[in-house]
C-alpha cells in the first residue's frame, strides 16, 4: 500500500515547455545586463537629492583647545617668596600656564545662488527622467534579443532534424544501391555518389549540431535560463501598424530613445542657465554660536563667555579669471549636440522601422513560397523513386531532388525565423514591445517606486533596499 503511494510521488515531473513569451519574462527579470541598467538609474536617482543639497543648510560643530605657557623675569628679593626662583645673578623667574577651550556651532544657509541650485535640480530631474526612458530602450532590446534567441534555437532544431532524416534516407540509398550491385542491377558510380553524399550530409549534422549548442548558448546567456521544450514560435500580430506611415508616426510618439534625448535636451538646457547664474549675485546668511573657558592655575579670575553672531553676506561676481564665460559657452554648445543628437535618433528610428517591415513583408513572402517548394520537392522526389523502382530514372535524378527538398526545407525554416523575429522587430522600432502590450507574466520594474522613495532624503547611509 505504501509503495502504491509512493509511486505517484517518485515519478518525475515532465518538464514544461518555453513559449517564446516565457522567454521574454526570464529575460527581463534575470539577464544581467538589464539587472545593471536598473542600479544606474538608482544611482541616478540620487542626482536629485545631491543638487536639492543647494538649498538646505550646512550645519558643523567644532571644538578647539590652546595652552599657553610665558614666562616673567626680573630682579629677585631678599626674601625667597612662593612662586620665584634664587639663584645667583638675583634673577627671578614666574612661570605662568592657561587653557582656553572653546566650542561652537555654524549654520550656513544660501538664501540665493542666482538660480543655480533650481536649475541644478531641474536638470538632475530631467536626467533622472531622460535615464529611465533609456533603461526601458534598454528593456525592449533584451526582450528582442530574447526572442532572436528563442527563433534561433527553433530554427536550429528544425535544420538538424532535416539534416538528420536527409542522412537517414542517404544511408537507405547506400544499402540499396549495394544490394543492386551485387545483383548485377547498379554501378558502382552509383554506390560512390551515394557515399559522397553521405559523407557530406554527416558533416552537414555535425554543424547543425554545433549551430544549435552556440544559439543554447545565447540564450543562457540572455534569458539565464537554459532552453526546454521550445517549439517554432509564431509571428506577433497584435499591435501591428497597418502601414509604414503609422508605424513612424508611432515611433516618433512612444520610442523611449526619443523621449531620452528629449530630456537629454532639457537638461542641457537648465544647465545652461544653471552655469549662467553664476554670474548673478548671491545671499549667504551665516549663524554662530561659541562658548569660551579657560583655566589658570594662579588664579580663578580668567574670563569665561558665550558669544554668537548672525552675518549676511552678499556676493557680487565680477570677473572670475574667465572660467565662468568658457563654461557657459560649454553649456550651450552641449545643448545645441544634444538637439542634433535627436534629430539624429528621429532618423535612425525612422530607418529601423521601415526596414522592419519591410524585412516583414519580404519573410512572409518567402514563408509561403518555401512552403510551396517544399511541397513540390517532395512531390517530385516521390515521382522519381517511383520512377526508378521502372527504370525511368537514374539515381543521379534521385540525390539531385532529394538535396533539393532538404534546401527547400532549410530555407523555409529560416524564413519562418525571420518572419518571428521581424514582427517583433516592429514592435520594438515602435517602442511597443513591453511587459505590458505582451502580457508577460513577470512583474514590471517600476523605477518610480525607487525615486519618490529617495528624492527628498535628507538623511541616511543606506540604500532602500536595506544595504
Known sequence: MLAAVLVPVLAPIPAVADTVYDAMA??????????????????????????????????????SQTRTKFDTVGK??????????????GVRSDKISTIAHQRGLTITQQIFDGFQTLNN?????????????????????????????????????????????????????????????????????DVSLVEA?????????????????????????????????????????????????????????????????????DAAGFEVKSAEGVLLPGVVIQGQVQSNEGTQPSTSSYPNNVT?????????????????????????????????????????????IVSAMAQYDAALASVQAGGMQVKAANEALSSLEEERSYGQSTLLDVLTVQATVLNAKENLAV?????????????????????????????????EEHYEKVKDAWFGLRTVDGR
Do not use: C
Open 26 to 63: 526570464m529575460a527581463y527579470e534575470n539577464n544581467p545586463d538589464l539587472n545593471a541598467a536598473r542600479a544606474g538609474l538608482r544611482a541616478t536617482d540620487e542626482g536629485v537629492t545631491i543638487a536639492k543639497a543647494g538649498w538646505r543648510p550646512q550645519i558643523s560643530a567644532f571644538v
Open 76 to 89: 629677585s628679593a631678599i626674601l625667597v617668596e612662593p612662586g620665584t626662583v634664587e639663584n645667583p645673578l
Open 121 to 189: 535640480v531641474r536638470a538632475a530631474e530631467s536626467t533622472v527622467f531622460s535615464e529611465r526612458a533609456s533603461l526601458r530602450a534598454q528593456e525592449i532590446q533584451i526582450l528582442l534579443a530574447a526572442v532572436e534567441a528563442y527563433a534561433n534555437i527553433a530554427r536550429d532544431q528544425q535544420i538538424l532534424a532535416f539534416r538528420k532524416q536527409n542522412l537517414a534516407f542517404l544511408k537507405e540509398q547506400i544499402s540499396g544501391s549495394r544490394e543492386r550491385l551485387t545483383v548485377g542491377e547498379g554501378t558502382r558510380t
Open 197 to 265: 553524399d553521405t559523407a557530406r550530409a554527416t558533416s552537414l549534422v555535425a554543424m547543425a549540431e554545433s549551430q544549435l549548442k552556440q544559439s543554447q548558448a545565447v540564450y543562457l546567456q540572455i534569458v539565464g535560463e537554459p532552453p526546454k521544450g521550445i517549439k517554432q514560435p509564431k509571428p506577433v500580430s497584435k499591435s501591428l501598424p497597418k502601414t509604414i506611415d503609422s508605424a513612424v508616426a508611432t515611433g516618433w510618439r512612444e520610442h523611449p530613445r526619443i523621449l531620452a534625448t528629449m530630456h537629454a535636451v
Open 308 to 352: 554668537s553672531s548672525l552675518t549676511a553676506r552678499l556676493n557680487v561676481p565680477i570677473y572670475q579669471g574667465g572660467a565662468e564665460y568658457g563654461q557657459i559657452r560649454q553649456a550651450k554648445e552641449r545643448l545645441g549636440q544634444q538637439r542634433i543628437m535627436l534629430d539624429s535618433v528621429r532618423l535612425e528610428v525612422q530607418q529601423t
Open 415 to 447: 524564413a519562418q525565423r525571420d518572419a518571428v523575429v521581424a514582427s517583433f522587430s516592429i514592435l520594438a522600432t515602435t517602442g511597443r514591445l513591453t511587459v505590458k502590450s505582451q502580457d508577460l507574466q513577470v512583474a514590471e520594474y517600476r523605477a
